[in-house]
Each structure stands twice: as structure tokens, then as C-alpha cells.
């Protein structure tokens, strides 16, 4: 039986004094919900695997020979990305089976390094080569801290708007964070989620995220 690595998540650890960690918003649901990518050398790291792998599995021979039999949730696997064609890791979070053929199963998967979802037929999924599960997850699941929704549990689509500018989600612009607390993650991955104070740095006054959103009138403070 070969010994499979285990997958490892990348944690927020502070590098500096004031406990501030360099971050890009890779991803986000909502400000209870959002993926960071630590900022420095493991963003070199990834592009490269991102490369090596979509070089990998663009070659029919390599797809054929890294076929998925039965996924179940948790797995981790290699998939396309449909916007840009280029292959990622994914790990497995709902298998929906057709009654049709096992081809046909449909697999909802979370992609470790960015944060995205995406919805495959098991057919257009890989098996992980070895030598692509070394590095940690990238993508680190967070909420924003000392907020909450300003009426009941769902952030309205303004806000979580607002959110995104304030974060520059997807924008490869570096944020400050600082991690308040952390919580075993829910969905049984490895690692954590981090509960974070958010601010932008880039401009002529700092922002913090939560209190901007908190004075714009899309969030209450956190009970």
C-alpha cells in the first residue's frame, strides 16, 4: 500500500511586529466567508505548479492515465478551470451519481489554491500526481472579524458589493491582515479558518475594512 502524502494548509502565521500579515483576496462569498493567498515566494511556487500541471494534463496520454474511478467528498484531484483552461488542484465537496453511468457522476469541487467552486462529470477530472500535493493549500478560508449581517444571518448583495472593492478581490492588490481567532474547519479539511481584521494600506489613509462597512450602514457589530 503506498503511503500517500497528506494534504497541509497554509497557515496565517504574523512576520511582523504589529501582527500584520501581506495577503491577496483570492476569492470571497461574502464577508463571512472569503480566500486569502499569503503574498511572497509561495505565489512563485503555485504559478509554477499551475504551469507544470496544466502542461501535465493538457496531454491526452497523461489524462488517460490519471483517470478517477469513484470520487468521494474530501478527495483531492486535478481539475480544469473553465475560464482560462488551465488545471488546478481541487478537492471534492458533493458527488451528485448518475443513474445513467458512472461517467456521468457529477462532482462539486472547491479549488485548494484560489478558492473557487466548479461543477465537473467525473470524466473530465484527474487523479493528483505525487509530485503535485507537496505544497500547502493556498487558499486560506477567513471571515472578517467584529462584523455580522445588519439584518439576521445573510450579507445583502450591496454589501458584500462593497466587500469586494474594499478588498480588491481578485485584483492581486496586497492587503493587510491580522488574525483575531481561528476555528477548526467545518467541511473536515486540513488547517483552519481564520477570523482576520482587514486593512488597505495602499492608499494615503488606511482602511480598516470591517469599521467601513460598519460606518457605510452593511454591517452591525458582531454580538
Same mark, same amino acid.
Given at each position: 500500500?503506498? +503511503? ?5 494548509? /497554509?497557515?496565517? =502565521? ?5 501582527? !500584520?500579515? @501581506? ?73 451528485? +451519481? ?5 461517467? /456521468?457522476?457529477? =462532482? ?5 489554491? !484560489?478558492? @473557487? ?107
Amino acid at each position: 500500500e503506498s +503511503k500517500e502524502t497528506p494534504y497541509q494548509q /497554509e497557515e496565517l =502565521v504574523a512576520t511582523s511586529q504589529d501582527g !500584520f500579515i @501581506e495577503v491577496f483576496i483570492s476569492t470571497l462569498e461574502s464577508p463571512s466567508s472569503f480566500w486569502v493567498q499569503l503574498v511572497g515566494t509561495q505565489s512563485t511556487t503555485l504559478d509554477k505548479l499551475v504551469t507544470d500541471m496544466t502542461n501535465f494534463y493538457g496531454q491526452e496520454a497523461n489524462r488517460d492515465s490519471h483517470p478517477v474511478a469513484s470520487p468521494s467528498v474530501g478527495d483531492v484531484l486535478a481539475s480544469r478551470f473553465v475560464q482560462d483552461d488551465s488545471w488546478y488542484r481541487a478537492r471534492v465537496i458533493a458527488v451528485k +451519481k448518475s443513474d445513467y453511468s458512472a461517467d /456521468e457522476t457529477e =462532482v462539486k469541487i472547491h479549488y485548494v489554491d !484560489f478558492g @473557487e467552486t466548479g461543477k465537473f462529470k467525473v470524466k473530465e477530472l484527474c487523479t493528483l500526481a505525487e509530485e503535485y500535493r507537496m505544497l500547502p493549500f493556498q487558499a486560506i478560508e477567513c471571515s472578517l472579524s467584529g462584523v455580522q449581517p445588519k439584518d439576521g444571518t445573510k450579507w445583502k448583495d450591496e454589501a458584500i458589493d462593497l466587500f469586494e472593492l474594499l478588498t480588491h478581490a481578485a485584483k492581486w492588490k496586497v492587503m493587510m491582515a491580522k488574525v483575531v481567532g481561528r476555528s477548526k474547519r467545518e467541511d473536515g479539511g486540513p488547517g483552519f479558518m481564520y477570523q482576520l481584521e482587514l486593512m488597505d494600506t495602499n492608499g494615503s489613509e488606511d482602511i480598516n475594512v470591517a469599521k467601513e462597512l460598519l460606518r457605510q450602514g452593511f454591517a452591525v457589530p458582531a454580538m
